[in-house]
Structures are given as C-alpha cells and as structure tokens.
C-alpha cells in the first residue's frame, strides 16, 4: 500500500468496503440501498427435494450441506429402512436441485447487486477471521513473553 500503510484488520476492511462501495454505485439509481442488499443474503441458492408422497423434505445449501430434513411422523410406521430409504431420495433429489440451479445460474450474466452482498458478507467474514489471526499471534507472543 502507498504510504507504508500496512493491511492489517483496519486497511483490509477499507479496501473491501472501497470495492464494495463501487459495486454499488455501479448499480442503478435507487438499487443500493442496505435493506435491498441484506434481503439479497437472506435468499441463499439452495437445492429442495421431496420424497414419500411429501412426507419427506430436505433442503441443501451449496456445497452439498444438507440445510434441513423434515420427516413426517407417519413414515415411522413404515419402518426404518423404508424411511431411510425415503430420506435419501429426498436428499438426493434436493442436492440434484441445486446442481441445476448452479448451472443456471453460472450461465446468467452476474449480478452487481449480488456481487455487492457477496462481498459485504465477505469483508465481514475477513474481518472476523483477521481478528482471530491477530488475537492467536498476541496469545503466542504472550506465551512466549512469559516464558522469557
């Protein structure tokens, strides 16, 4: 950085609120606004898949993580292996889900409003992970400071 400015946890959040401020106002008039952009991470891509007549639901983030099962009751009757069974259908239907909407949406042209909350929710996540870094480099030079 110019200036022998280091980027320590203040200049790397700088720098990713200047990129994210840049972002925004690369949008339209009026679609930068904090509610738009926070509503944006409230809607995650997931997969959602249904098995035994609905009586199965499972929802999968990216990445394959299973995000929720929901199983109704009556399947127990069934028995184990038939609900077992029936659960990873609706998983797998689920994480088939979420492959096809990845490929669509790697397909579509990206969007700067999306771009902008990914990276908010990026500058916070760095942030946060800075100042873990930082807090177990001062308890290792604490450690050895004692030992001095």
Do not use: H, W, Y
């Not at 397909?107 to 930082?134: H, I, K, N, W, Y």
Request: with cysteine; aromatic share 2%.
């Amino acid at each position: 950085m110019a200036g022998g400015e280091g980027l320590g946890v203040e200049g790397l959040d700088r720098v990713i609120e200047q990129a994210r401020q840049a972002l925004v106002s690369a949008q339209e008039p009026g679609d930068g606004s904090a509610d738009s952009a926070s509503g944006r991470l409230g809607m995650a891509l997931q997969g959602e898949g249904v098995a035994a007549q609905g009586r199965v639901r499972a929802t999968v983030a990216p990445g394959g993580r299973l995000s929720s099962l929901t199983v109704d009751p009556r399947l127990m009757r069934a028995g184990s292996e038939e609900m077992c069974a029936e659960i990873v259908k609706a998983v797998n239907a689920a994480v088939d889900d979420l492959r096809v909407k990845v490929t669509e949406q790697a397909g579509a042209s990206p969007d700067v409003e999306e771009l902008s909350s990914t990276l908010l929710t990026l500058q916070q996540e760095s942030v946060r992970q800075m100042e873990q870094f930082t807090q177990a480099i001062n308890d290792v030079v604490l450690r050895f400071e004692r030992r001095a």
